[in-house]
Protein backbone atom coordinates (compact mmCIF):
# COMPACT_ATOMS: atom_id res chain seq x y z
CA UNK A 1 0.00 0.00 0.00
CA UNK A 2 1.10 3.29 -0.87
CA UNK A 3 1.81 5.92 2.07
CA UNK A 4 -1.76 7.81 2.42
CA UNK A 5 -0.62 11.69 1.32
CA UNK A 6 -2.11 14.35 4.17
CA UNK A 7 -3.66 18.08 3.58
CA UNK A 8 -2.65 19.46 7.79
CA UNK A 9 -4.44 22.23 8.79
CA UNK A 10 -3.27 23.94 11.76
CA UNK A 11 -6.88 25.86 12.34
CA UNK A 12 -7.38 22.35 14.35
CA UNK A 13 -4.58 21.97 15.82
CA UNK A 14 -2.36 23.10 18.64
CA UNK A 15 0.29 25.61 17.17
CA UNK A 16 3.24 23.74 17.56
CA UNK A 17 1.37 19.83 16.29
CA UNK A 18 2.40 18.18 12.98
CA UNK A 19 1.91 15.45 10.55
CA UNK A 20 2.46 12.08 12.20
CA UNK A 21 4.17 9.10 9.78
CA UNK A 22 2.36 6.85 8.76
CA UNK A 23 4.44 3.82 10.30
CA UNK A 24 3.82 5.22 13.86
CA UNK A 25 -0.04 5.11 12.69
CA UNK A 26 -0.30 1.85 11.55
CA UNK A 27 2.16 0.73 14.94
CA UNK A 28 -0.83 2.31 16.76
CA UNK A 29 -3.55 0.81 14.77
CA UNK A 30 -1.78 -2.94 14.75
CA UNK A 31 -1.60 -2.89 18.97
CA UNK A 32 -4.73 -1.05 19.93
CA UNK A 33 -7.37 -3.44 21.68
CA UNK A 34 -9.86 -1.17 20.60
CA UNK A 35 -11.16 1.15 18.30
CA UNK A 36 -13.30 4.54 18.37
CA UNK A 37 -15.39 4.86 15.27
CA UNK A 38 -17.35 8.25 14.45
CA UNK A 39 -20.34 8.99 12.64
CA UNK A 40 -22.97 11.57 12.08
CA UNK A 41 -26.76 10.02 12.84
CA UNK A 42 -29.57 11.02 10.13
CA UNK A 43 -30.41 13.67 12.30
CA UNK A 44 -26.99 15.59 12.45
CA UNK A 45 -25.86 14.56 15.68
CA UNK A 46 -22.62 13.06 16.24
CA UNK A 47 -22.64 9.72 17.43
CA UNK A 48 -19.11 7.68 18.89
CA UNK A 49 -18.66 4.55 20.18
CA UNK A 50 -15.57 2.15 21.10
CA UNK A 51 -15.84 -1.43 19.25
CA UNK A 52 -13.91 -4.48 18.78
CA UNK A 53 -11.68 -4.68 15.36
CA UNK A 54 -9.06 -5.75 13.54
CA UNK A 55 -5.82 -3.90 11.94
CA UNK A 56 -4.77 -6.59 9.17
CA UNK A 57 -2.64 -6.52 5.94
CA UNK A 58 -2.76 -2.70 6.25
CA UNK A 59 -6.84 -2.75 6.21
CA UNK A 60 -8.94 -1.85 9.18
CA UNK A 61 -11.69 -4.75 9.62
CA UNK A 62 -14.79 -4.29 12.53
CA UNK A 63 -18.23 -5.10 12.28
CA UNK A 64 -21.89 -3.56 13.19
CA UNK A 65 -25.21 -5.00 13.67
CA UNK A 66 -28.43 -3.29 11.85
CA UNK A 67 -29.66 -1.89 14.80
CA UNK A 68 -28.83 1.49 16.46
CA UNK A 69 -27.41 1.39 19.77
Known sequence: MNEPQTDFNPRYSSPDASEVPWSETQRALGTAGSYWISTVRPDGH???????????DGSMFFTTGPGRA
Not at 46 to 56: F, L, N, S
Open 46 to 56: PHVTPMAGVWR
